[in-house]
């Protein structure tokens, strides 16, 4: 069966700590060649030329406030229009690459970059409650052992390695982990995912666990993904990237310590 398209808002968002396997979701879903997925659209410290980038919406309400200063002024009208108009360049590059989509990969703490100044921090952000508002469908992927996500972290910034989709790429190396501050970050990540998950509560929603689409001979997963953000039919996916943290016990020299948290 051929895919079909559906989905006419063209936008759809992917929201995800870091290090629960974005890149990897990402590449899967554009691997269709019907989904432009080029990374993250709001975080200046991943990419510092962040403001020539047509997909970055730091480069996109700069030129949009300084070509019309009331676009400054805070308000809920003007956060509106931003992302309506950051939103329209976005599908437009879709399209202009023939695809039928733009994937937004949003961490949550950029999520807030869409508000003003005034906003509560701890309430639903201003972005969640437009995706609702005009039903644009939202990926929530989350890994379910916090404690993967943080050693992952912790490795990725000792070994410099954050992402890689060859083995020649990957590094080797011994580290040991600090257990009371592992678990500490541990618990305020699942606070954090817990957080999320409320201001998702209302949303047109797909929750996707880590664990599924890491699982290459599971793949229905992504199917229904496919399906969730407007395309129907079945499809062969090739990841892009592999895994970039070996197996636990190679790697922690103090493994036994925190063993208990993998089990």
Known sequence: MEPQESNSAGIALLIANERSGTHLLRSLIASTKLVLAPGEVCNAAADSAHMGDPSSYYCYRHNAATANRRL????IGTMRELIDGFFATLKRQAEEKG?????CDIKYSHIHTFNYFWWDWLSVPFLLQYARENK??????????????????????QTGVWRASDPGELVHKSIRVNVPAFKARAEKLQQVITLARG?????????IKYSDIVDQNSMSVMDET???????????????????????ETIVENYDEIRDFFT
Request: proline share 8%; charged share 20%; with cysteine.
């Open 136 to 157: 644009i469908p939202i990926i929530h992927l989350v890994r379910e052992n916090v404690y993967e996500t943080v050693l992952s972290e912790i490795y990725a910034h």
């Open 99 to 103: 695809k039928s989509l733009f994937l």
């Open 199 to 207: 201001w998702l509560r209302d949303c047109h929603v797909k929750e």
């Open 72 to 75: 400054m002024y805070p308000t």
């Open 226 to 248: 496919m399906k969730f953000i407007g395309f129907d039919g079945s499809f062969k996916f090739k990841p892009g990237f592999i895994k970039t943290t070996p197996p636990y």
